[in-house]
């Protein structure tokens, strides 16, 4: 069996300093670095932005408020409005096409056709098989029936 480890019983090794620093780097440190920032005259003059001081937080926020929102409105207001097509559009120009044309196209291309797509279909046209399908109930049982199904849910 092991023995439980203990860190009390383990020696800590000694950790040397790399190198002392210098005599009053840390009392010279925060002077050094506040001479680095630039003054604030200088930024002033740089930016053109100087009369945004004189102002108060409150009516800053509210003119960065009013520019971003008129940025927004300026950009819907330039973009157009939407071409309106009617929603018919697409349904109009399918029922033009021949259903010989459109069932041979179905046929021959790549296209796969699922059972989700058909019950869409027949969801908004519900007397959209009759066109084609001439079968009777008792004959839609008998070739189910003969389907082979191994999930019983379906039964």
Same mark, same amino acid.
């Given at each position: 069996m092991k023995? %439980?480890?203990k860190l009390d019983a383990h020696p800590r090794? !000694?950790?040397p300093l790399l190198s002392e620093p210098p +005599?009053?780097?840390f009392d010279k440190l925060p002077t050094r670095i506040? #001479?680095?920032?630039?003054?604030a005259e200088a930024r002033d003059t740089a930016t053109g932005w100087g009369w945004l001081g004189f102002l108060s937080p409150a009516l800053r926020t509210g003119l +960065? %408020?009013?520019a971003v929102l008129g940025g927004f409105a300026a950009s819907f207001y330039m973009s157009g409005t939407p071409q309106l097509? !009617? +929603?018919t559009a697409s349904v109009a120009s399918l029922d #033009?096409?021949?259903?010989t044309e459109l069932v041979g196209y179905l046929l021959t291309s790549g296209t796969r056709v699922e059972n989700?797509?058909? +019950?869409v279909l027949t969801a908004a046209h519900p007397s959209i098989a009759k066109g084609f399908l001439h079968a009777s109930e008792d004959e839609m049982n008998d070739v189910l029936d003969t389907q082979p199904s191994e999930d019983l849910t379906y039964l």
């Open positions: 023995p %439980s480890f090794r !000694p950790r +005599a009053g780097y506040m #001479a680095r920032l630039p003054q +960065a %408020s009013v097509v !009617p +929603a #033009a096409v021949p259903r989700v797509d058909l +019950a």
